[in-house]
């Protein structure tokens, strides 16, 4: 009997689970202190974890399903640690810095930009082409 292979997108799910609990209790923190922080930073730090839940997911799919079709581990570590630097940089630029700002806009542009990639990728591979 052969063993299972675990696709290495595990390590990038993982990852992502253990920084949306964080993100989780960063809200609950504020939350607690909303009377120590500034008055922007309680709806930012929320917009933090929303954009994260609503965005994540998906990317995170898309990285496995290209995993478990056999794409090479090394454009897997690339897409799935550029997403990771991504989302820091993004919950760094609205949680930490109040407006805008280039880690925030980095962070955002660059998780879209890692969904398109891999979603043309998923339809490639879908109709041959990969």
């Given at each position: ?29 504020i ?39 056999g794409a ?59």
């Amino acid at each position: 009997m052969e063993a299972l292979t675990v696709p290495i997108s595990s390590l990038y799910i993982g990852l992502h689970g253990l920084f949306a609990v964080f993100l989780a209790n960063f809200v609950l923190y504020i939350r607690l202190r909303s009377d120590k922080v500034p008055d922007w930073q309680p709806d930012a730090v929320l917009r933090v974890q929303a954009n994260f839940v609503e965005n994540v997911p998906l990317a995170l799919l898309l990285l496995f399903l290209i995993d478990v079709q056999g794409a090479p581990p090394e454009f897997i570590h690339l897409f799935g640690s550029a997403l990771f630097l991504s989302r820091i940089m993004h919950a760094y630029g609205l949680g930490r810095i109040e407006g805008a700002n280039y880690p925030r806009l980095i962070g955002a542009q660059g998780t879209f930009l890692i969904i398109s990639i891999l979603s043309f990728i998923c339809v490639a591979i879908f109709f041959g082409l990969l």
